[in-house]
């Protein structure tokens, strides 16, 4: 009787341990799967993003790997109304998901955003430097100090030809060029470069990056300012102005453009700013951001700008991916 009544505790025992290995097996296997799952869900619906004329191609880019190679339901579509028209479209009711920016929001922005409810991420994407450039002809110009760039462009200089500047240089007019007021570009000229001062009225400005880029490669006077980026992918067209800071002239160049770097004080970040609200409610907004952060730095040497920091790549990713 003893005996009958171990072997079915045995019986019992062995039982319970198969069970148990069964259901952790199974736990880990349905673990893994859910893994699995999540790591590799195809996602679909769109993404917009609208904004900086000067991030526009960095976005662009990366917008085109992710929907090869990352999720092909996704639509990505990358505007350009430049920075300031682009938060126009950000902050309003379902606005775009992205605004890519060359300056920082404004106040007033910001406080728009508070009234709306609308959450948002400042993410940094890259570093630019803000360069000047030249016709292919003119052999003259080709080095410049900030204050003398600066004169070409305030409405209370005494400089309006070449010569005064330098006697030496040709006594032509200077055309002077620009992006318009919708550009984070502009801003971050009159703000920063020209402390705010008032821009000469006879300065061209532009909306199209492209138009700028065709005005001075057809005028040997001319000279304009943009991103490096536009600069980099028109080198064919155009010269780039080399700054002397106080050290010797600088030329712009991926090696140079850094907040610490010898090209610093024409250096700034860019920006693309991220509608939490839509990052939680859509995934696709979401893994697309996430797909930006982790691949900012591969791609933005490849369209003329200079990478950021991995930490803060790290703590922006750290950022998305708590939502």
């Known amino acids: 009787m003893k005996f009958n009544k171990y072997l079915l505790f045995m019986i019992m025992a062995a039982f319970a341990v198969v069970l148990a290995a069964c259901g952790k097996d199974g736990d880990s296997a349905e673990s893994d799967k859910n893994k699995a799952s999540a790591q590799g869900t195809e996602l679909e619906g769109s993404v917009a993003i609208d904004g900086s004329g000067t991030v526009y191609p960095l976005m662009a880019r990366l917008a085109e790997e992710y929907m090869v190679n990352e999720q092909e339901n996704v639509s990505v579509e990358v505007s350009r109304a430049g920075t300031s028209a682009g938060f126009k479209k950000f902050l309003v009711e379902n606005g775009t998901d992205f605004n890519d920016a060359s300056r920082q929001i404004k106040d007033e922005e910001a406080t728009e955003a508070d009234k709306l409810g609308i959450e948002v991420k400042e993410l940094k994407v890259a570093l630019d430097g803000l360069t000047f450039v030249i016709n292919k002809e003119n052999d003259w110009a080709t080095e410049m100090t900030p204050e003398e760039l600066v004169s070409i462009f305030l409405a209370d200089s005494t400089v309006e030809k070449w010569s005064d500047i330098n006697p030496d240089w040709p006594d032509e ?22 402390d705010k001062q008032d821009m000469d009225s006879s300065v061209n400005l532009q909306q199209e990056y492209s138009t700028l880029v065709n005005l001075v490669s057809e005028d040997k006077n001319g000279i304009a300012f943009f991103g490096f980026g536009y600069y980099v992918n028109n080198q064919d067209k155009m010269n780039a102005v080399a700054v002397d800071f106080g050290n010797g002239p600088v030329e712009p160049a991926l090696d140079t453009i850094a907040e610490d770097g010898a090209y610093a004080d024409f250096t700034r970040p860019v920006f693309t700013y991220l509608n939490v609200n839509h990052a939680k409610d859509k995934p696709q907004v979401k893994d697309f951001a996430i797909y930006v952060m982790n691949n900012i730095n591969e791609f933005a040497g490849e369209t003329g700008f200079a990478p950021i920091p991995e930490s803060e790549v790290k703590e922006n990713i750290s950022f998305l991916e708590g939502l």
């Open 173 to 194: 007019k200077i055309n002077a060029m620009g992006p318009n007021e919708n550009h984070g570009t502009y801003e971050f000229f009159y703000e920063s470069i020209l």
